[in-house]
């Protein structure tokens, strides 16, 4: 009920603000058009004026220069006397939109058919229980209602493992497997239970060993140091994953001060702390390198791991494949209009204009409190992350263009970017691989731990590039 009242309020503020704008803004003449058909990054020329009809702010930026930009509004100047302004389209309209979703589900449906193929040779052969059994003691703690030797402990570890090595690709086929485990022993099964919730906490937080795309794209940006988000980036994941397990756990009434619970916490801690010890020493192309080693081999062991336990136990290793591998296809078509409306009302809010009315009231905010600024420039990434992973990677690369690739605000949209996983697109995928429909409390839960991912964010870039 709650993801339902949230969609529905996110279309319906998004439809009445491109309507305002389209009826209080002359530059918006195109509004409901952009709405609905618009392309993401098209250009919308507004209209050609006299230079002297302009706001004299905008004649005294143009008088040295032939271009500038006020509140989302490009002036070009086609000659001494003449202005042309245009605005950019912010994300795709609605039907573009709806035909990316699709073609993001079909994209997916190699990749799970493949991880779901894997993981089916490993039931069979026995290598899911054996992983739940050396993973029981300690998750058995944190999922109290999972039955002990139950497959589930197994399929979550393997998405925590992905997940922590950045491998996307196998930690979404993997993740999907154990909410469809976890689903399997759901009383009931219209709203989610307490393990699944805690489970799409933990993987929604975004625990990141490297974050290899964001140090990429600031070294293509011509970074003086692209790795120096490393460690911020790591200890702003870890410290979100601690709260989404600590807010779930006060709300399921778990006591974290269980004995195997503390040394499974201090043990990954310390584990993780040593690798960051380690890879911090690194320059970027030591860092490309372990990360790639570390990543695609261990991949490849899971990999020959699985194929060889399978002809060790004497299974139909291919026709086990093939069975996962139909599965992960008909969860592919399962999420489409899931993610179809999401992806929608996400649309809908980018280009209606609502972030950028969000944005301006804290500065305001800021302002008001005399508060360092700083930190506003960089926080339109924190607020679309939640709804869109390319939509938030474009934000920013916008924000180390417009500001620098190195300056404060670069810096803290590097560290938000690393810092979360796009929640209601997990919301959306996950819960509709398993036709759940009342989300309980995990929409809140998990935009609680968000909230304190960008506050740490925030801390910690002022703490490393203040």
């Known amino acids: 009920m709650a993801l339902s009242r949230l969609w529905s309020a996110f279309i319906i503020i998004a439809i009445l603000a491109g309507t305002i704008k389209y009826f209080g803004n002359s530059n918006y003449h195109s509004m409901l058009n952009d709405l609905v058909v618009g392309k993401g990054g098209d250009t919308l020329k507004i209209e050609k004026l006299a230079l002297q009809s302009s706001t004299s702010f905008v004649q005294q930026h143009l008088k040295d220069t032939n271009y500038f930009t006020q509140n989302k509004i490009h002036y070009t100047k086609i000659d001494s006397a003449t202005v042309q302004t245009y605005r950019v389209q912010t994300a795709d309209g609605v039907i573009n939109t709806t035909k990316g979703a699709v073609e993001l589900c079909l994209g997916l449906i190699g990749i799970m058919a493949f991880f779901m193929g894997l993981m089916r040779i490993a039931e069979k052969a026995g290598g899911i229980n054996l992983l739940s059994r050396w993973i029981q003691p300690f998750f058995s703690k944190l999922f109290p209602e999972i039955p002990k030797g139950h497959p589930a402990f197994g399929h979550m570890m393997m998405n925590f493992s992905a997940n922590l090595l950045g491998l996307d690709n196998a930690a979404t086929p993997f993740g999907l497997k154990a909410m469809e485990s976890l689903q399997t022993i759901n009383p009931t099964p219209e709203k989610p239970s307490n393990a699944q919730i805690m489970f799409l906490c ?42 989404a397990m600590l807010i779930v756990s006060f709300k399921q009434k778990i006591n974290i001060f269980q004995p195997q619970l503390i040394a499974f916490i201090f043990g990954t801690s310390a584990i993780i702390g040593t690798i960051v010890f380690f890879l911090a020493k690194l320059d970027k192309e030591g860092m490309d390198n372990v990360s790639k080693l570390i990543s695609n081999g261990l991949l490849l062991f899971i990999i020959f791991i699985i194929v060889l336990g399978g002809w060790y136990k004497k299974i139909n290793v291919f026709d086990a494949f093939i069975e996962g591998a139909k599965e992960g296809f008909n969860t592919c078509v399962k999420i489409i209009p899931y993610l179809v409306g999401m992806l929608v009302a996400v649309s809908l809010l980018r280009n209606s204009g609502i972030f950028d009315l969000i944005i301006d009231g804290f500065k305001t905010f800021a302002t008001f409190a005399h508060l360092d600024t700083r930190w506003v420039d960089g926080i339109p990434t924190a607020l679309i992350k939640p709804l869109s992973g390319s939509g938030a990677r474009g934000m920013m690369v916008d924000t180390m263009k417009v500001h620098g690739v190195d300056s404060f605000a670069g810096h803290l949209a590097s560290i938000l970017q690393g810092s979360s996983d796009t929640t209601f697109y997990v919301i959306a995928v996950y819960f509709g691989a398993v036709n759940i429909k009342n989300t309980r409390y995990a929409i809140s839960a998990m935009l609680l731990a968000d909230l304190v991912g960008i506050i740490t964010s925030i801390l910690l870039c002022y703490l490393f590039f203040g």
């Open 202 to 243: 933990l993987h929604a937080s975004g625990l990141t060993l490297i974050p290899v795309s964001i140090i990429a794209m600031r070294s293509s940006l011509k970074s003086a140091s692209p790795t120096d988000i490393f460690l911020p980036c790591m200890i702003a994941t870890f410290v979100a994953t601690m709260a």
